[in-house]
């Protein structure tokens, strides 16, 4: 059993991940931390992350990238494994992030769906073959209206990807009305859609010469991501100080 700590417990995300750990005999939710306690929780809930006192063997965090530096101090006096779910990051907060994983495991996804990992892994191969072949790339995602950041974390780590596999030598392209020229070849198009109740779509398009080759992921219902925050705690638990990605949970579970 791995007793899990759900940071933003009372958010969107926090309530279902609750609700999908009642369902796993592997998982429980121990405590739950976040600023707004006037919701009935079948386990305690605490303010901040520094006032909790129940032992667990990881925490999921679904709250605010503002909430990180408490969150890190927790993880690494306490040395519990942290899946961090939040998005929005600064690069300083990302270091903040690197120098903690050296102290305590952690585990950070743009994307906690199982689908749109092995995603990242399918786009490099497929990167390998037609990059050489003169496709061009672009990536079109698509989210609900309430959306903050745009692009998508997910966005990037899917063009992130493709980049590694082109030695970065690839530039990311926002943008387009104020360039009046030809598309240049190396370049990744990164296009943002928001409307609606749209939980999330991301298309990676390669366009070549008289044929167009497109990977497509569609997420329906949030409990994707709820589901792979929960085996990524499983997966956390015990684990030695390190950087870890949904990639490792994957291989993992096929090992």
């Given amino acids: 059993m791995t007793r899990i700590i759900m940071s933003g417990c009372n958010g969107r995300m926090g309530r279902m991940i609750t609700g999908l750990a009642l369902e796993d005999t592997d998982a429980q939710i121990v405590a739950g931390v ?7 929780n079948k386990y305690p809930v605490f303010k901040t992350i520094a006032d909790c006192d129940v032992e667990a063997d990881a925490i999921i965090d679904f709250s605010a990238a503002a909430c990180l530096d408490d969150l890190l101090d927790y993880a690494v006096k306490k040395q519990v494994p942290v899946v961090l779910c939040t998005t929005g990051y600064t690069e300083e907060q990302l270091t903040k992030i690197k120098e903690a994983s050296t102290k305590v495991a952690l585990l ?14 399918m786009i490099k191969e497929a990167t390998a ?11 079109v995602e698509k989210h609900h209206n309430q959306k903050k950041d745009a692009p998508s974390g997910t966005a990037l780590a899917l063009a992130d990807s493709i980049n590694e596999e082109l030695n970065n030598e ?18 990744i198009g990164i296009s943002a859609v928001r409307g609606g109740t749209i939980v999330g779509d991301h298309d990676v398009i390669f366009a070549g010469s008289d044929e167009v080759i497109t990977f497509s992921h569609t997420a329906y219902s949030r409990a994707v991501f709820g589901k792979g925050a929960l ?25």
Avoid: C, H
Avoid at 170 to 187: A, F, H, I, L, W
């Fill in 108 to 121: 950070k996804s743009a994307n906690m769906s199982l689908g749109i990992n092995l995603l990242l892994k």
């Fill in 170 to 187: 690839y530039e990311y392209v926002y943008d387009r009305s104020s360039r009046m020229e030809k598309r240049p070849q190396k370049e």
């Fill in 231 to 255: 085996q990524a705690a499983k997966f956390l638990k015990g684990k030695e100080a390190g950087w870890y990605d949904m990639g490792d949970v994957i291989e993992a579970a096929n090992a």
């Fill in 129 to 139: 073959v037609l990059a050489p072949a003169g496709f061009d790339i672009e990536i």
């Fill in 34 to 40: 976040d600023t707004f306690t006037e919701v009935e």
